[in-house]
């Protein structure tokens, strides 16, 4: 069993930054890809960040490279997402999760989930 916990959301105005963390807890953190998701109000959830298992790679969605950095303590079982520049479109709530298939960008390929932590971004 994983259990993922999400915090470090609110609320922001745009060109501001957020720091978004996820504690893992349970069996085996440091062997997994992790990931950053995102869903808006009506919206899907949709792929945000996702680095390996050491941390050496990491990738983004492209609305937010150069904006967004994924990373990961192993040693803490953390796993983090610093937002800068943050527009009203990053505005969802944000959700980390365990891969275990290699389509880094499907929900399929994830199996636990944290709750989420909201973030706003205001114009």
């Known amino acids: 069993q994983v259990v993922l916990v999400e915090s470090g959301g609110g609320l922001v105005q745009a060109g501001g930054s957020l720091r978004l963390s996820c504690t893992a807890s349970?069996?085996?953190?440091?062997?997994?890809?992790m990931a950053w998701f995102r869903q808006a109000p009506g919206k899907d959830r949709e792929f945000v960040a996702t680095?390996?298992?050491?941390?050496?790679?990491?990738d983004y969605t492209d609305s937010v490279k150069g904006r967004f950095t994924i990373s990961r303590d192993n040693a803490k079982n953390m796993v983090y997402l610093q937002m800068n520049s943050l527009k009203p479109e990053d505005t969802a709530t944000y959700y980390c999760?365990?891969?275990?298939?290699?389509?880094?960008?499907?929900?399929?390929?994830?199996?636990?989930w944290g709750q989420g932590t909201r973030v706003t971004v205001s114009s």
């Open positions: 680095i390996n298992w050491s941390g050496s790679t990491t």
């Open positions: 349970g069996r085996i953190f440091s062997g997994y890809g």
């Open positions: 999760a365990r891969r275990v298939r290699a389509t880094i960008t499907s929900t399929r390929s994830y199996d636990y």
